[in-house]
Each structure stands twice: as C-alpha cells, then as structure tokens.
C-alpha cells in the first residue's frame, strides 16, 4: 500500500524516537562492557574457576561491544533517515501550501487524492486551464514524495535489519512478473519490457479526471515548454460510446522522477463545444469526426496530423494543425495542408517524425490511418528552404535517395506487412520507431543508425497481443533513454465473445529496453 503524505508528514519526529532510542540502546551495550572489563580489574579471582569465570565476563563484555557497534552503525543511519524524513516532510508543506494558492485545488492527505474545487465549471477558461496544469503538476509532485518516501522506508528497515541482526530486506514481490524477473523497479534487461497497466482510460487510477474511457493519446512538447497528452475518442464513462464524447481531446501532463504520467482534466471540450480540439474544415469531403494522426516536431513547432473520418471511422483525409498551446478555441488546419485519403492527391494518412541533431533535416514515416499499407519515408530539409507545412514538396525515399515530391515513395517495410499507428523519435542520438505492426498485431519497436535503415532491424515486442487482446500504438514519450524507454499504448477489446465487448479501453503505459541481448 501506498505511503501517504499524512504518513510522510508524521515521519519526522517518530523517526527522530526511534533513533533516540538506537543511540540510548547503543550507548547502554557499551557502558555494560566498561562495567564488566572494570570488574574484572577490581576482582581477585584465583585457581582454575578464576580464569573460567573471567574469561566469561571478557566474552561477554566483547558481545555487548559488537552489539553497541552495530547498534550505533544502526542508529546511525536512522539519523540519515531522519533527516531526510524531515527535509521530505517540508517538501509535503510545499506542495500544500502550493495546492492552496490561488486558484486553488483540494488534496487529500489520507489517499493523495487532488480533487478540483467546487466551483471549477464556473471557472473562467484561463482559470480552468491554470487549475487543469495544476492538477497534473501536483499528482507528478505527489508521486515523487511517495517515491522519496519509499526509498526512505527501505533505508529505515535496513537499519532495523542491521539493530537487529537480520539480513537486509530483500525487495517484495507483488507478481507473478517480479517473481520470475526479479526484484520490481530494478532495470531492464536488454529485450525486457515491463507493463505498468493503465495511466488513462479504463482501469486506470487516478487516470484523466472527468474522462473514464480513453484512446491512445501522445505527449506534445508546446513552444512555452509545457506538456500536453493529445487522445483520440475519449468518454466521461467507463466505456466506449458513453456521453459527453470528446472527438478528440487535450489534457495537460507532467511527468514524476521515474518518467511515470500524471494528467490533469480537459482542456479542450467534447463533441458540439465551442472548444473542442479540432475543427473541421468544409473541404473534408463529409467528415463528422476527427482523430489525431501523428506529430512532427520543428525547432519548437510541433505539427499534427489530424484524419477526417465518417461512417464508423472511413477516413476522408487529412491535414495539419500546429498545436501552439491556445486550447480556447479549435485548432484550424494549416493553409492548403488538406489531401484526400485516396483518389487524385491522395496522401498518407498518419504521420510521426523527429528534426535529427545530427543533420538537422526532418525525417517522417508515414502510412494509412486505416492501417491498410505498410511503412514509407520522407525528408524535409529547413536549411534548403524545405517546409512541413508544404506537403506537396516533401521528398520521398525511393530505395536509392530522396527524390522530388513528385517520386513516388517505396515501402521500407516488407510485402504484405502493413502498419498502423507510428512514433519515430530521436533517441540518444538513433532514430527509433514504435508502433502497431498490423500483420502480427503487436506492439513493437525498432533501433537504428540511419533513419532509412529503421526497418532492417530486428523488432522488439512491446506488447503482445496473445497477452493483451487488441493493442495499439504506441508512443514514445519524453525523457526515454534506450535502455529505460516509456512507451504509451492502447488496449480497446471490442471481441464479442468476452464480458462486455468494448469495456476495456485505455492507455497503458509500458517501459522497455531496445537494446537487443547479445
């Protein structure tokens, strides 16, 4: 069970005892050993028995010797505890009395609970967004109390173990998972992924306050530095197709030491409000519904792709929004980004890139939001004048170099394999791809040197769907390293034949080690 900020708070002074009394126990042992060795010089023991009896008394003094040494050693260490309980007690304090600021939200201290005020829907918009940021900033705060709390809790029964004459506590495992991989948190072999279950949707606690079911949804770094997570369809109910529904959806995210999730509410409004994510241009040949497609990132320009959908998600086509950060009203599609999913002008459909450190070019994988073909490239080079926003003067990979934007681009991926949802990152100076390979239906994940080489690799599953039934995605999320990699991706279990078909929908979250084993 989870330690508590009142826990955390009531630490100080009960650890301050108990370390009072290690040293008084200490000091005890010794001060017993000082009396015995100076009986022993006052007595005048003779003969056979003499000896016996001295050498006991010697014995013994030297027993309470080790145990005040070990004691003190103990005791010692309390005292770092100690101290460190009480520098994490006044961090509490901080994120209270941060909590209680204007505008302010309720924390619970006996669950670690945030909870918006009373009055939040009458809130003004930027008082809404303020309050929704905080949220997400005190839940990520809370978390690495807990986290500091219990490295403090382990420091503390190894110094009891240590009193007491144990051997150190070994780490508790709470699955069959850390029984068979060894002690939970530890790191990550090469080829070891690692499910944390749901952080939104369905399952998840404490999720997205005022959303109950949840598509995937990426994380975008805006130009101020602040992060949201971006979902598709998302429901204030506990499943699919339950009132109010979100189109599409933003709600801010901060992230905890360990690079764990923790979101705030919506900022942006569902279905039919005035703001609601996306809008929807009149030229989007009849689409009712809009999901998001992927993100490219420029400098500190973050593009995304947004698919045009009807008829049960029958993409019409796409185009792109810069996510600025101004959630007050729809994002509006960048001039003349528009394309058809199929026909004259026809475009991929679901996009993801990164602008490389090493050449400053933008590298983009794209292929179809229906996942209906596989996985093809394009470059976009800023220092030649090279545009984004111009989808029409993107090159393309044809197997030997990148062309015009009037080549026709080659698949990287295999015949017959198709691709769905895509993330291609940067990582660590390598381009790296996650996503939803439609043709084994896992999760996966591939490492490179050359971004045109990504698909050359051999992948590492990320998450299998023999394990978890219908996955997709997913995305990487910011602060992965290769060996500790945190990927977000979906489950919605639509099979007619389990208990409620469509009553598990939800973003997991997901840390994996790329590097393959040797």
């Known amino acids: 069970m989870a330690l508590t900020l009142q826990e955390l708070l009531n630490w100080p002074p009960e650890i301050g005892d108990l370390g009072k009394a290690a040293h008084d126990v200490a000091t005890n042992h010794a001060d017993s050993a000082d009396f015995l060795r100076s009986t022993m010089q006052a007595a005048d023991w003779d003969g056979e028995s003499g000896d016996t009896a001295r050498q006991a008394v010697f014995s013994t003094a030297g027993d309470h010797d080790k145990q005040a040494e070990r004691i003190k050693a103990a005791a010692t260490l309390i005292d770092t505890a100690h101290q460190d309980a009480d520098t994490l007690a006044n961090k509490v304090k901080d994120i209270l009395n941060y909590a209680a600021e204007a505008p302010a939200v309720q924390v619970d201290l006996s669950t670690n609970k945030v909870s918006l005020p009373a009055s939040y829907e009458y809130l003004d918009a930027e008082t809404k967004t303020k309050v929704a940021e905080k949220v997400a900033e005190l839940r990520a705060q809370i978390a690495d109390a807990v986290i500091e709390g219990d490295r403090i809790d ?210 983009i994988v794209a292929d179809s939001f229906d996942r209906s073909t596989g996985v093809t490239m394009y470059q976009v080079d800023p220092s030649q004048g090279g545009s984004i926003e111009d989808r029409g003067s993107w090159k393309p990979w044809t197997g030997a170099s990148f062309g015009s934007g009037s080549d026709s681009p080659v698949f990287l991926t295999d015949p017959n394999v198709t691709y769905g949802e895509l993330s291609f990152q940067e990582v660590e100076g390598k381009p790296v791809l996650s996503g939803f390979n439609g043709s084994s239906g896992n999760v996966e994940v591939l490492v490179a040197n050359d971004p045109t080489q990504i698909m050359q690799g051999i992948p590492t599953t990320v998450v299998d769907s023999r394990q978890v039934p219908q996955p997709y995605g997913g995305f990487i999320m910011p602060g992965s390293t290769l060996d500790n990699m ?30 393959r084993p040797k």
């Open 154 to 363: 382990d420091e503390l029964a190894k110094a009891i173990a240590k009193a007491s004459g144990l051997p150190e506590p070994a780490p508790t495992a709470t699955s069959l998972e850390d029984l068979m991989l060894g002690p939970p948190g530890g790191p990550l072999r090469p080829g070891e992924t690692r499910n944390h279950g749901p952080v939104a949707g369905t399952g998840s606690d404490p999720g997205i306050p005022g959303i109950g079911a949840a598509d995937l949804g990426e994380v975008v770094t805006l130009p101020d530095g602040k992060q949201v997570a971006i979902f598709g369809d998302a429901f204030e109910g506990d499943h699919v197709g339950a009132d109010p529904h979100y189109r599409s959806v933003a709600v801010p995210v901060s992230f905890d030491s360990e690079g764990h999730p923790h979101y705030g509410p919506p900022l942006t409004g569902p279905k039919g409000s005035p703001n609601e994510l996306f809008a929807i241009p009149d030229y989007a040949l009849g689409a009712d519904d809009t999901l998001p497609g992927g993100t490219v990132k420029v400098g500190n320009d973050t593009y995304m792709m947004v698919v045009g959908t009807k008829n049960n998600l029958e993409q019409t086509g796409s185009w792109l929004v810069k996510v600025n950060g101004d959630f007050s009203k729809p994002l509006q599609p960048v001039p003349n980004s528009w394309a058809p999913a199929a026909g004259e002008g026809a475009r991929p459909t679901q996009i993801s890139g990164f602008q490389s450190s090493q050449d400053g070019k933008v590298y």
């Open 486 to 515: 945190n990927i977000l991706a979906s489950q919605w279990n639509s099979d007619p034949r389990v208990p409620n078909p469509g009553s598990v929908y939800n973003s997991q979250e997901i840390t994996v080690n790329v590097n």
